[in-house]
């Protein structure tokens, strides 16, 4: 059994509060309903890891783990894009700038068809989740990648 998160709301529209659940590891990537608040789970691990935490009609979300040496695949911003470090420091360089470090704590904001090298340069895991908005499926094509 793991720990998930329930989100609740009272009738009044009182601020949310949180509840722990046990429940399988089947449904731990599933988002819980309760109430008007959604809770997603993100996977809690040194290892490298990209995974989509919410795809709706206006925000894309994802949660990035890198080890100490590891790197991102190099891309191209598919929309505005923030990267919120929360673990370590990110190396990116964009376009052809040089690279700049940004450690925990920061919150660094990416034109949209920007080229993005992201690394861990640190000796400390990288952990950062990135927001997309508007959804990249609202953004026109981006330009390649060289």
Do not use: C, W
């Amino acid at each position: 059994m793991a720990s998930f998160v329930r989100v609740d709301n009272n009738i009044l529209g009182l601020p949310l509060t949180f509840f722990n659940y046990q429940i399988a590891n089947l449904v731990l990537n599933y988002p819980v309903v309760g109430g008007i608040g959604i809770a997603y789970k993100f996977t809690h691990t040194d290892d490298f890891i990209s995974e989509k935490m919410v795809d709706d009609e206006h925000v894309n979300i994802n949660h990035i783990v890198v080890a100490p040496g590891g790197s991102v695949p190099v891309h191209v911003a598919n929309s505005h894009v923030y990267q919120i470090v929360v673990r370590g420091t990110i190396s990116l360089r964009l376009e052809e700038e040089p690279v700049a470090h940004y450690p925990t704590g920061s919150i660094v904001a990416i034109p949209f068809n920007t080229k993005m090298d992201i690394r861990n340069e640190g000796s400390e895991t990288l952990e950062f989740f990135v927001v997309k908005a508007p959804n990249p499926r609202s953004m026109p094509a981006t330009k390649k990648v060289q």
